[in-house]
């Protein structure tokens, strides 16, 4: 039973990792369009919300890399599902601090943001019962 749970921890560190990744995405996208659209005469990315709203997402994505780094390096299955929890649920936050930079666009389907959003609440979904009984992937 030893090679499965292996196998289980790799996949939850792997998928954290991707979710991690989704995250910065988001992110980079954010900062560029915080460049590029411009307001009142100035780039949205001088003004002082905007500028904490990145800041918050940017502390969510780094955070979540330091719990994917921990649910690598578990020595158990539960230790790196709940560290791949909390990393889950730090980047579906900075998806959705980035979407909320974006605005009403980043709902349509010009912009892919809604996505990555979508598959970080399904992961937080798988891993959001981890503490119970039950199985955590089936």
């Given at each position: 039973?030893?090679?499965?749970?292996?196998?289980?921890?790799?996949?939850?560190?792997?998928?954290?990792?991707?979710?991690?990744?989704?995250?910065?995405?988001?992110?980079?996208?954010?900062?560029?369009?915080?460049?590029?659209?411009?307001?009142?005469g100035r780039?949205?990315?001088?003004?002082?919300?905007?500028?904490?709203?990145?800041?918050?997402?940017?502390?969510?994505?780094?955070?979540?890399?330091?719990?994917?780094?921990?649910?690598?390096?578990?020595?158990?299955?539960?230790?790196?599902?709940?560290?791949?929890?909390?990393?889950?649920l730090?980047?579906?936050?900075?998806?959705?601090?980035?979407?909320?930079?974006?605005?009403?666009?980043?709902?349509t389907?010009?912009l892919?943001?809604?996505?990555?959003?979508?598959?970080a609440?399904?992961?937080?979904?798988?891993y959001?019962?981890?503490?119970?009984?039950?199985?955590?992937?089936?």
């Amino acid at each position: 039973t030893a090679l499965p749970e292996t196998c289980l921890a790799e996949y939850v560190s792997l998928s954290a990792a991707e979710s991690v990744g989704g995250a910065r995405l988001c992110l980079d996208l954010a900062q560029r369009y915080c460049a590029d659209r411009v307001a009142f005469g100035r780039p949205i990315g001088k003004f002082q919300a905007v500028q904490h709203l990145a800041a918050d997402a940017l502390r969510d994505v780094e955070l979540a890399k330091s719990a994917v780094a921990w649910a690598a390096n578990a020595e158990s299955l539960h230790e790196a599902t709940r560290a791949a929890r909390n990393s889950v649920l730090l980047s579906r936050r900075s998806i959705e601090t980035s979407m909320q930079i974006f605005g009403g666009i980043s709902q349509t389907w010009e912009l892919d943001l809604h996505w990555y959003l979508r598959h970080a609440i399904a992961l937080h979904t798988l891993y959001a019962n981890v503490d119970s009984k039950q199985p955590v992937a089936a």
